[in-house]
């Protein structure tokens, strides 16, 4: 058992609050052990200068933590003037991997804007930001299915992230905040329902590790992911829009 009480291969139970915003076309608090984040989804009848006439919608993500959400203040983006790399770096993945299981020529010349952000933060607040996103874009979906303003067909896979990891020699699965500072080796990992990999982060913080040892972690990681994305089908249990 680790010091959590959880087992090597066990994730943090996740309760995700639907419809938590009132005004948001797609919103949800998502909590997992000590995390909370709040996402939501805003929709613009927009798209990036990119995009203009080509009749294909866009998903981005902006990602940030309130000042407090760690044991320490942090200081807000907006008073240092810029946003901070790791915030920058997050945001980018979040919008990537949505990108990745939905047909953005089914939006129109729309963007879906996710805001995620972290009230309280206990490790593995990125991949934990990309599943309650997950929940809050199908949500903001299905919402413009049911009005007639899209057709079903818009999402072609469920989404799922979790980190992995091994910590004193032992290989951990969603790694909580004193897990994570001590990690020999620390992985990000986003897979779709059907077992796909959409991205795949890692990183050796002491030691090198082995093909062997990535696989393992790989494998760890599925089992979790395969636990959220059976969370996300009860949620939904019309299915995808």
């Not at 919103?27 to 990119?50: K, M, Q, T, W």
């Not at 972290?118 to 607040?125: E, N």
């Not at 057709?151 to 799922?160: K, W």
């Not at 980190?163 to 032992?170: F, I, K, N, Q, T």
């Amino acid at each position: 058992m680790r010091k959590n009480g959880r087992k090597a291969d066990e994730i943090r139970p996740i309760v995700i609050h639907q419809g938590y915003l009132k005004y948001a076309e797609g919103s949800v608090l998502i909590e997992a052990g000590n995390n909370r984040i709040v996402c939501s989804v805003s929709i613009e009848d927009r798209v990036p200068p990119f995009l203009k006439g080509s009749g294909q919608g866009w998903i981005t993500a902006e990602y940030a933590m309130i000042p407090r959400a760690t044991t320490t203040r942090n200081i807000r983006d907006s008073v240092k003037g810029r946003i901070g790399g790791r915030s920058h770096e997050i945001q980018r993945l979040i919008g990537r991997v949505l990108r990745a299981v939905v047909d953005l020529s089914s939006l129109g010349e729309r963007t879906f804007m996710v805001d995620c952000d972290v009230i309280q933060a206990d490790g593995g607040t990125r991949t934990l930001a990309i599943t309650g996103s997950f929940v809050a874009l199908v949500e903001a979906l299905w919402g413009c299915v049911d009005r007639g303003i899209l057709s079903r067909g818009i999402v072609r896979d469920y989404l799922g992230a979790v980190s992995v990891g091994v910590v004193e020699g032992r290989e951990l699965l969603d790694l909580d905040f004193e897990e994570d500072s001590n990690a020999e080796v620390d992985m990000n990992v986003v897979m779709t329902g059907s077992g796909k990999l959409v991205e795949v982060q890692g990183t050796a913080e002491r030691s090198p590790f082995d093909r062997e040892a990535l696989n393992r972690l790989l494998d760890l990681a599925e089992k979790g992911i395969g636990e959220i994305i059976d969370l996300e089908k009860r949620l939904f249990e019309r299915g995808l829009p």
